[in-house]
């Protein structure tokens, strides 16, 4: 759950995988939900009413609450956070519940749960067979946050790692975790690097304000910083900081305009894609500067801001939160802007996750 927005709105109202190739497509699907992307929607914190959707790479077949048809007995839990894909097992999230499901990323079944050693679960990753994840730990406090170490043999959490408040998105790369501090209930401005071989703590690196999204290519780690918003009454500027990986050294921070508070960073075929409010914006991972304009808004197709983001197959998905407790939509662009497709989900799409 994005604790900040669901607030604003209160008071106003990965790891993506890689989908399957054109010589994929000939092979018989190994699942009812091979071929497509996963929905992750988080639904309204307290009403355990998370849920997940499919749409097929061809968004010819489109499909609700797939969690419930396939286990009806088992409810998903409260407010999904997250999902990672390791081997053919996919691992949700669920931060209300403090608890991880465990699935058959193709068919949906029912493997396990793991609901021990978990506090405020927020995001998760993979090295070396152990699965990461992040954890607030309560809310009020500012030093029980940690990162917990599950072993993937017994589904158990076998460690924790102590880090700074507020760990959110982590990401692998060389055996080595990247994780970026939002800071929680609070504003962080760090990157922790954790050690996959010892499950220590490496170092910290010092980006800018609320570091909410991060990727890494070519030896480098790219962290969009949204800023402290206006309301804070502590406004900063949001930054785009670019990170070599071989030394933990930041090589570059480019500051956006006073009043922008960029998210949803995500890098594909040598581009770098984020939102501001409700319009996408691209760049080349070469150029030195911001785009003037954005690629586009999507603004025609709803008055409120992009919640979730991916670009994968030569299309572009946006999530939308509508107002935070109705269902929301989900809408398919091409990667002019063109819309394709939207759909009605479940409540608060939060991620796109493929097949």
């Given at each position: ?10 008071i106003i109202g990965s790891s993506l995988f890689t989908s399957c190739t054109d010589d994929d497509a000939n092979e018989t699907p190994l699942g009812n939900y091979d071929n497509g992307v996963l929905i992750l929607n988080q639904g309204g914190f307290g009403y355990g009413n998370a849920s997940l959707s499919y ?301």
């Open positions: 759950m994005n604790f900040k927005k669901l607030f604003f709105a209160a749409f097929s790479n061809d968004l010819s077949t489109f499909q609700n609450t797939i969690f419930s048809l396939v286990n009806p007995t088992i409810t998903l839990g409260d407010t999904a956070q997250d999902i990672g894909f390791y081997t053919n097992l996919a691992y949700i999230v669920l931060n209300g519940s403090s608890k991880i499901e465990i699935v058959n990323r193709f068919t949906l079944a029912h493997v396990g749960t793991i609901s021990e050693g978990l506090s405020n679960p927020r995001y998760i990753q993979f090295a070396r067979g152990k699965a990461y994840v992040t954890n607030w730990g309560n809310g009020g406090s500012t030093t029980d946050d940690f990162v917990a170490v599950i072993n993937l043999a017994t589904n158990t959490v076998s460690s924790t790692i102590a880090v700074a408040e507020g760990p959110e998105r982590i990401i692998e790369e060389n055996d080595k975790l990247y994780v970026a501090h939002s800071g929680g209930f609070g504003y962080g401005n760090t990157i922790s690097v954790i050690n996959a071989a010892t499950d220590a703590l490496q170092t910290t690196i010092a980006v800018g304000d609320v570091p909410n999204s991060i990727e890494e290519e070519d030896g480098y780690l790219y962290v969009i910083c949204g800023g402290k918003p206006f309301w804070t009454q502590d406004e900063t500027l949001g930054k785009l900081v670019k990170i070599r990986l071989s030394n933990n050294t930041v090589t570059s921070t480019i500051s956006f305009p006073e009043g922008q508070h960029p998210s949803n960073l995500v890098i594909e075929n040598n581009s770098l894609y984020y939102t501001v409010d409700s319009g996408i914006y691209k760049k080349t991972l070469s150029a030195n500067t911001l785009p003037a304009t954005e690629l586009f808004s999507i603004s025609e197709q709803s008055e409120y801001d992009v919640y979730s983001f991916a670009v994968k197959n030569n299309k572009i998905f946006v999530g939308d939160a509508v107002d935070y407790s109705s269902n929301g939509k989900v809408y398919v662009y091409s990667l002019d802007g063109d819309l394709l497709a939207n759909k009605t989900v479940g409540v608060i799409p939060a991620g796109f996750y493929f097949n």
